[in-house]
T-cell receptor, first 111, second 113 residues
Framework: DQQVKQNSPSLSVQEGRISILNCDYTNSMFDYFLWYKKYPAEGPTFLISISSIKDKNEDGRFTVFLNKSAKHLSLHIVPSQPGDSAVYFCAASPHNNDMRFGAGTRLTVKP | NAGVTQTPKFQVLKTGQSMTLQCAQDMNHNSMYWYRQDPGMGLRLIYYSASEGTTDKGEVPNGYNVSRLNKREFSLRLESAAPSQTSVYFC????????????FGPGTRLLVL
């Protein structure tokens, strides 16, 4: 069972515009959510996280929004840059070691 | 600091062969993890070690064994490789049990023929 879902396998945006990546989850026990970024032939790197007690967390160009009632989170990148082109994984954890990942969304930012 | 290192980077095995994937971290982290990544599936947890001397099964442990050799090293063993174990394997570590931010190694690409 896939408890974390990223329904868009790919997304293409123009440089300077906003990128919005979406993630849905089914397990109400999840209370910590993360986004990881992955370049080819490298391991995932941590990007930004949010606890369930918040509905927004911002770090520079990256903002994560959490809607607990809808079991939905999103990552906004503004403005998007070509170097942001990568695969983005959403992950969720019930505050233990059992972290679950989505299948990933490949973002392409065109110059 | 090298962070999390993994060896080998790439390996080809024949069905039934065994091998051990090595992982080491130099961040003095307590918890370590092994994941596999398959197309369309994201990363799935195979085993984890919350602290030195302990190991626990994750989401997909069948066909694998692990050893937490010391605080730095966590190895993953395939006793009898199967084509279904063709995947990219990632090791990760985090500061303590329950700390969600994990730091990943570069991965080992395994092909089982």
């Amino acid at each position: 069972d896939q408890q974390v879902k990223q329904n868009s396998p790919s997304l293409s945006v123009q440089e300077g515009r906003i990128s919005i990546l979406n993630c849905d989850y089914t397990n109400s026990m999840f209370d910590y959510f993360l986004w990881y970024k992955k370049y080819p032939a490298e391991g995932p790197t941590f990007l930004i996280s949010i606890s369930s007690i918040k509905d927004k967390n911002e770090d520079g160009r990256f903002t994560v929004f959490l809607n607990k009632s809808a079991k939905h989170l999103s990552l906004h990148i503004v403005p998007s840059q070509p170097g942001d082109s990568a695969v983005y994984f959403c992950a969720a954890s019930p505050h233990n070691n059992d972290m679950r990942f989505g299948a990933g969304t490949r973002l392409t930012v065109k110059p | 600091n090298a962070g999390v290192t993994q060896t080998p980077k790439f390996q080809v095995l024949k069905t039934g062969q065994s091998m051990t994937l090595q992982c080491a971290q130099d961040m003095n982290h307590n918890s370590m993890y092994w994941y596999r990544q398959d197309p369309g599936m994201g990363l799935r947890l195979i085993y984890y070690s919350a602290s030195e001397g302990t190991t626990d099964k994750g989401e997909v442990p069948n066909g694998y064994n692990v050893s937490r050799l010391n605080k730095r090293e966590f190895s993953l063993r395939l006793e009898s490789a199967a084509p279904s174990q063709t995947s990219v394997y990632f090791c990760a570590s985090s500061g303590w049990q329950g700390e969600e931010t994990q730091y990943f190694g570069p991965g080992t690409r395994l092909l089982v023929l």
